[in-house]
């Protein structure tokens, strides 16, 4: 079955450690792809996106990602964590031009 | 520019009763999205809206209906409501349908069936 899957569930890390959230997909075909982050008590927002173009893609916040096509992967990186960024991190695809379909989500907690 | 809101904010409901949630997208966007997030499941796609047409529709049983008007806004209605349907509805809203347009989310209606 087509699926957007994160197989982290809850990271914990230290303030400056580096950041690795997997993401990979099983859409075949055209696909644009997502990061949302949602802040405690906040709206999910866009962190990035890729569509086309350079497969290393620069977000907000110093948060990027690597799409890797033969890997269906699109996993998202963060060279230094702050404690601001614990979150819960969304991954999405867009296959085809339908709908958007989620990950579950990977629950981020920074120790300060 | 305000930003994309939902209301109710939060509501309780009982097994069977119906409920109607609305979403007022950002002005100027004609493309508004439902989504469902519960702890299980995360985000789960209901369905999309455009020029008061539905686009897209996910997996949800006939229960979960929606709408939108002339203005962009739009309802979502759930009847005969069970247990699992206790969850965060989120809607969003994009400027135009098709996945290269940002999609902005509201603050969701808390919806708990008891």
């Known amino acids: 079955a087509q699926s957007v899957s994160q197989h982290n569930h809850h990271v914990i890390l230290s303030e400056a450690a580096s950041l690795e959230l997997g993401c990979n997909y099983s859409?075949?075909?055209?696909?644009?792809l997502f990061w949302y982050v949602q802040y405690p008590g906040q709206h999910l927002q866009l962190l990035l996106k890729y569509f086309s173009g350079d497969p290393l893609v620069k977000g907000i916040k110093g948060f990027e990602a690597e799409f890797i096509k033969s890997k269906f992967s699109f996993n998202l990186r963060k060279p230094s964590v702050q404690w601001s960024d614990t979150a819960e991190y969304f991954c999405?695809?867009?296959?085809?031009?339908?709908?958007?379909?989620f990950g579950a989500g990977t629950r981020l907690t920074v120790k300060p | 520019k305000a930003g994309v809101t939902q209301t109710p904010r939060y509501l309780i409901k009982t097994r069977g009763q119906q409920v109607t949630l609305s979403c007022s997208p950002i002005?100027?966007?004609?493309?508004v999205s439902w989504y469902q997030q519960t702890p299980g499941q995360g985000l789960q796609f209901l369905f999309e809206y455009f020029s008061e047409t539905q686009r897209n529709k996910g997996n949800f049983p006939g229960r979960f209906s929606g709408r939108q008007f002339s203005n962009s806004r739009s309802e979502m209605n759930v009847s005969t409501l069970e247990l699992g349907d206790s969850a965060l509805y989120l809607c969003a809203s994009s400027l135009n349908s098709g996945s290269i347009n940002e999609q902005f989310f509201g603050p969701g209606t808390r919806l708990t069936v008891l």
């Open positions: 859409y075949g075909g055209t696909v644009n």
């Open positions: 002005s100027g966007h004609r493309s």
């Open positions: 999405a695809v867009n296959a085809n031009n339908n709908d958007m379909r």
